[in-house]
């Protein structure tokens, strides 16, 4: 069984930074490589995919663009983590951040990932 547990999530002034945290609970994380993905879901619409990357580090994609000048998704050497920096937040990105994982990275579609966190919630205000 796999568990996947988000952290760092909170609340912040527009501009501020935060970093998310994503531990993977099974060992077979460190045994294997695995895809590690953030998505988020804001208030009244639907759950969108933000980043994802391979858990040895090989290669990692984003969603938009737009959203590597300000995010940047990495993995911890241990390869059961996976981290998101987001600076320079705005209001916009007032969301559930949720973690999930699969075997292969095959784009952001919800289905691509078996396992899924709770969420950790990220709120952009003044």
């Known amino acids: 069984q796999v568990h996947l547990v988000e952290s760092g999530g909170g609340s912040v002034q527009p501009g501020g930074s935060l970093r998310l945290y994503c531990a993977a609970s099974?060992?077979?994380?460190?045994?294997?490589?695995?895809?590690m993905a953030w998505f988020r879901q804001a208030p009244g619409k639907e759950r969108e995919g933000v980043a994802n990357i391979y858990t040895d580090g090989s290669v990692s994609y984003y969603a938009d663009d737009s959203l590597k000048d300000r995010f940047t998704i990495s993995r911890a050497d241990a390869k059961n983590t996976v981290y998101l920096q987001m600076d320079g937040l705005k209001p916009d990105d007032t969301a559930l951040y949720y973690c999930?994982?699969?075997?292969?990275?095959?784009?952001?579609?919800?289905?691509?990932?078996?396992?899924w966190g709770q969420g950790t919630q990220v709120t952009v205000s003044t």
């Open positions: 099974a060992s077979e994380f460190t045994r294997s490589t695995f895809c």
């Open positions: 999930a994982a699969d075997r292969f990275c095959m784009g952001f579609g919800e289905t691509n990932y078996g396992y």
